[in-house]
């Protein structure tokens, strides 16, 4: 019998020693807090993303930043952790066919109404569907909310401003531009910012969906959680959903992202569309939750 004694494999050969172990640990740790299930060919973006983090406390390896972790189990590193290894690409009114759903479901409604988006990133799907309520509602939506939600703090930081660059609203027609947004001028030259009559409808907080219990209680007319599921694995995927259920009102919708599947979601919902879903049968009967 021969006992190995090389050391570790470096799978990234660069500024930190980044071992399979360390990857290994990683993909543990981030599963355990946030759900994200890491596959093999995230590496190289683990290896970027977490080295910001060492440069900025000094450490020398990844062994040493994750004992850190360990050694800490809750703190604010460890929503640092969580930050740097968030993907948020967004957009305004992205998967753009969900809103006349949007609008057409909100017009029906009988009582004020309430979504929930529960990836809100830097804000931008969270004031799109804002403005769509307003676009439809009209005075009513004054009474409408918007409760906007994400792990990532700094993403949030960013929402709760409503501050974007001329790059981030280029693809809003200019109608919606004068009407929704104020132009900023001296050194907010070429920057807009949500004006007071939208930002007052969306609510942002942080919230983890792996919490085991939710700020989010009330009934929902609808709850958008759109490219999140993509990122966890099917038991973690049913756990979401199946805690979603019940927090819908009886025709309340759920609007999912163009890269999941909709088998993931035929168990308590059913396709109603396009990537829109609703309650499979309606609640109180036998086999709902």
């Known amino acids: 019998m021969y006992i190995e004694t090389q050391a570790p494999t470096s799978t990234v050969s660069t500024e930190f020693l980044f071992t399979d172990s360390d990857f290994s640990k990683v993909r543990t740790m981030i599963h355990r807090r946030a759900g994200i299930a890491l596959g093999e060919q995230k590496r190289q973006m683990v290896y970027s993303r977490l080295s910001r983090r060492l440069r900025e406390l000094r450490m020398p390896e990844f062994s040493s930043y994750l004992e850190l972790l360990e050694s800490r189990q809750d703190g604010d590193e460890w929503q640092s952790f969580i930050n740097s290894l968030t993907t948020n690409l967004t957009s305004f009114f992205r998967e753009a066919h969900h809103f006349p759903v949007l609008a057409e479901h909100v017009r029906k409604a009988k ?6 988006c529960s990836a809100a990133s830097t804000g931008e799907e969270p004031y799109s569907i804002a403005i769509t309520l307003i676009e439809a509602l009209g005075d009513k939506a004054n009474a409408a909310r918007v409760i906007s939600t994400d792990i990532d703090t700094a993403v949030l930081a960013k929402a709760q401003a409503g501050v974007f660059t001329a790059d981030q609203v ?25 004006r007071p009559e939208v930002a007052q409808l969306v609510k942002f907080s942080r919230l983890n969906l792996l919490d085991p219990s939710w700020s989010v209680k009330e009934p929902l007319d609808a709850i958008f959680c759109r490219n999140v599921m993509i990122y966890f ?8 959903l199946d805690r979603f259920a019940p927090l819908l009102k009886t025709n309340g919708l759920l609007f999912a992202g163009h890269s999941e599947n909709a088998s993931l979601v035929n168990q308590t919902f059913r396709p109603l569309g396009q990537t829109v879903y609703e309650l499979a049968r309606a609640k109180g009967k036998a086999g709902v939750p």
């Open 111 to 116: 009582e004020p109404v309430t979504i929930w």
């Open 170 to 194: 280029k693809a809003l027609s200019p109608e919606r531009l004068r009407r929704f947004f104020n132009k900023g001028t001296g050194s907010n030259a070429g920057k807009v910012r949500i």
């Open 233 to 240: 694995d099917k038991p973690t995927q049913k756990k979401v």
